[in-house]
Nanobody, 115 residues
Framework: QVQLVESGGGLVQAGGSLRLSCAAS????????MGWYRQAPGKQRELVAT???????NYAQSVKGRFTISRDNAKNTVYLQMNSLKPEDTAVYYC?????????WGQGTQVTVSS
């Protein structure tokens, strides 16, 4: 059973930075994309950034220029570098891995940005 383990969340002041990591407990094959989503209280889960295998990275308009997604395929790990954080970035962040047969989700990590 593959598990995605996230780390790097926490409390930061507005304007600060955090780096989220998400590592798979076992190798994952047939990856179509790796990505990050977030869910703020009372809101639906939304896409933050995706990294398609062999394609260009995609970002939500609200994080373009501030967040950067990257991945280490050898380690089945995906990262999210978050700079210039804003209070509206406060949410639980989830990593996701999309394969040809199923999707995997992490348990979520809390990111809180204080004003």
């Amino acid at each position: 059973q593959v598990q995605l383990v996230e780390s790097g969340g926490g409390l930061v002041q507005a304007g600060g930075s955090l780096r989220l990591s998400c590592a798979a407990s076992r190798p994952i094959y047939g990856i179509k994309a790796m990505g990050w989503y977030r869910q703020a209280p009372g809101k639906q889960r939304e896409l933050v950034a995706t990294s398609p295998s062999g394609g260009n990275n995609n970002y939500a308009q609200s994080v373009k220029g501030r967040f950067t997604i990257s991945r280490d395929n050898a380690k089945n790990t995906v990262y999210l570098q978050m700079n210039s954080l804003k209070p509206e970035d406060t949410a639980v962040y989830y990593c996701a891995v999309n394969t040809f047969t199923r999707d995997y989700w992490g348990q979520g990590t809390q990111v809180t940005v204080s004003s």
